[in-house]
């Protein structure tokens, strides 16, 4: 069924229904983006309270992380921070996939109706025209047909009257025919307007309206289709990271089970306990004999020195050890200077590489100017050469700007290289190419290709980067924990003897708190809190998902 053939006289009820749709699709806009600001808010809430309950400083001497019920408690929190990672990915779903999706195509419905109507409008007022014009002749018929019946009657008179001439009789009777042709000229006018105009109205009801109608037709069916695509990915869209979702909760769920009430009471035990004998039986005091008073307030008096000793050994035991301390925050500079060697080199180079294109784009540009310049001087009708004049030499004065900035940046970084090749020189210790795997020879000892080998500078191995000055790299607050921000597994087993580094078994599994700034280390945390650098090129990094 078509709305031109069945609602061919409804054409208030089309309009308005096509509003109703367009404005339906505009409530549903809004649905989406709330509710994204609701995904999004409460992501920020979860990331707050993970924060919140996050213990501020994280060391392998807190007597905390010994228990596996605060262990889990730390790992659910993780998790939890993960869920929250996966909220907001449904909230940046929504916003790219349904709500800018639907807003582009609300904009182009709306444009697409306002022409149809605008169609529709035309076609109707073609035929008010027609219709106009039908109903002045239609009344210029009438009026010369009164106009001649008028000058017949005064003909006949003047033709009866006995007192008037022959020369009025015949300009009587000549008026009397000048009226009946205009009549019929009128009539032939009047005519021709009533067979167009029915041309017309047949044209604009059977033909062009309810193509109009149809067109309107195709256009709500299409937002009908575009809107219930909308409403299944609204349900897709949280379906996409059920997985993830489900891994975060198994997470929660693995971590409990990993409880072990026996394994916590055995840590208190060994973290507490005296080993002092239980007090023996108070002997009898007798006042009488000093002796044994004397001797018994000595055995307490022992006994008590030497629990406050073992006390004192136990609370000093505790003491908690931060092994990075703060960065002092530096200026940004022009020639990166307030960043680590290997860093500030990779900015320059960037930077150097950023001016050579620019450049080239500019020379490029020159040249085509230049090219331009000469068609015009061969053909002075294609255009005036010293039109490009000023352009040219704006272009030649940034190009000169560009190759002063190149200059100095190149000098920048001839003076970092410098200062990266003396620090590399100091290395002692070397590491193979990321695509070797550590190998045990014919006597069970490490051949070359090891990563826990060392060689001397003459081996022709890359040099193993030094971890990262305390003063210098180290960038995070000590005050608030930072996050994982993916996992790194262990390749090969490094000793971590250096400072601010910590060892790592072939295998094992590490959270990942930041990556490789350019100087060969990253940073990684055990679930027992202790956190250091590593190298590199000895872990495997997966961000995102633990």
């Known amino acids: 069924m078509e709305w031109g053939s069945e609602l061919w006289d409804q054409y208030d009820i089309i309009e308005r229904q096509t509003q109703w749709g367009i404005d339906l699709v505009e409530k549903y806009v809004k649905f989406v983006k709330d509710r994204t600001e609701i995904e999004q808010a409460y992501a920020k809430q979860l990331r707050t309270l993970v924060k919140k309950y996050s213990p501020k400083r994280v060391s392998k001497e807190d007597h905390e992380l010994k228990f596996s019920q605060y262990h889990t408690f730390i790992n659910i929190l993780n998790e939890l921070n993960d869920y929250a990672g996966q909220r907001e990915v449904i909230a940046e779903n929504l916003m790219q996939h349904v709500f800018a999706e639907l807003l582009k195509y609300l904009h182009d419905n709306k444009q697409e109706r306002k022409m149809h109507l605008l169609e529709g409008r035309k076609s109707q007022q073609n035929l008010e025209v027609s219709f106009k014009q039908l109903e002045y002749a239609k009344r210029r018929f009438e009026r010369d047909c009164k106009e001649a019946e008028k000058a017949l009657q005064n003909a006949d008179k003047v033709d009866n009257d006995i007192n008037t001439t022959k020369a009025d009789v015949e300009k009587a009777k000549q008026q009397s025919n000048l009226r009946n042709h205009m009549v019929e000229e009128s009539k032939n006018e009047y005519a021709s307007q009533l067979q167009k105009y029915n041309r017309d109205q047949n044209q604009f009801y059977f033909t062009e309206m309810p193509q109009v109608f149809n067109k309107l037709q195709e256009m709500d069916e299409r937002r009908t289709r575009k809107l219930c695509e909308a409403y299944m990915l609204f349900a897709e869209t949280e379906r996409q990271v059920m997985p993830i979702i489900g891994k975060c909760l198994d997470g929660m769920t693995k971590a409990a089970e990993s409880v072990n009430e026996n394994g916590d009471s055995r840590v208190l035990i060994e973290a507490y306990k005296s080993g002092f004998e239980r007090p023996g039986e108070l002997e009898f005091e007798d006042y009488s004999m000093m002796i044994n008073r004397t001797s018994s307030e000595n055995s307490i008096g022992s006994l008590k020195s030497e629990t406050k000793t073992e006390q004192r050994t136990i609370g000093k035991s505790k003491t908690k050890r931060w092994p990075f301390g703060k960065k002092n925050k530096l200026a940004v500079s022009e020639d990166f200077s307030h960043l680590p060697p290997e860093q500030r080199r990779k900015k320059l180079q960037q930077k150097i590489e950023d001016l050579n294109k620019e450049l080239q784009k500019q020379v490029d540009q020159r040249e085509a100017l230049d090219k331009m310049k000469d068609v015009y001087q061969r053909n002075p009708q294609m255009g005036d050469p010293n039109s490009l004049e000023p352009r040219i030499t704006e272009t030649n004065q940034y190009i000169d700007r560009l190759r002063q900035e190149l200059q100095k940046y190149e000098c920048w970084l001839t003076d970092a290289e410098g200062k990266v090749v003396s620090r590399s020189e100091s290395c002692v210790q070397y590491t193979p190419h990321y695509d070797r795997s550590p190998s045990l020879n014919n006597n069970g000892s ?87 650098y590593v190298p590199t090129s000895y872990v495997k990094i997966a961000v995102g998902r633990k």
């Open 446 to 532: 490490h051949d070359k290709e090891s990563p826990d080998t060392t060689y001397s500078d003459d081996s022709g191995q890359e040099p193993l980067p030094q971890p990262p000055a305390l003063s210098e790299f180290d960038d995070f607050d000590t005050d608030d924990l930072v996050h994982p921000i993916g996992s790194s597994t262990a390749l090969y087993p490094f000793d971590g003897n250096s400072e601010g580094t910590i060892a790592m078994a072939e295998g094992e599994v590490l959270h990942l708190i930041e990556e490789d700034k350019g100087d060969g280390w990253t940073r990684v945390r055990r679930s027992d809190g202790e956190e250091g």
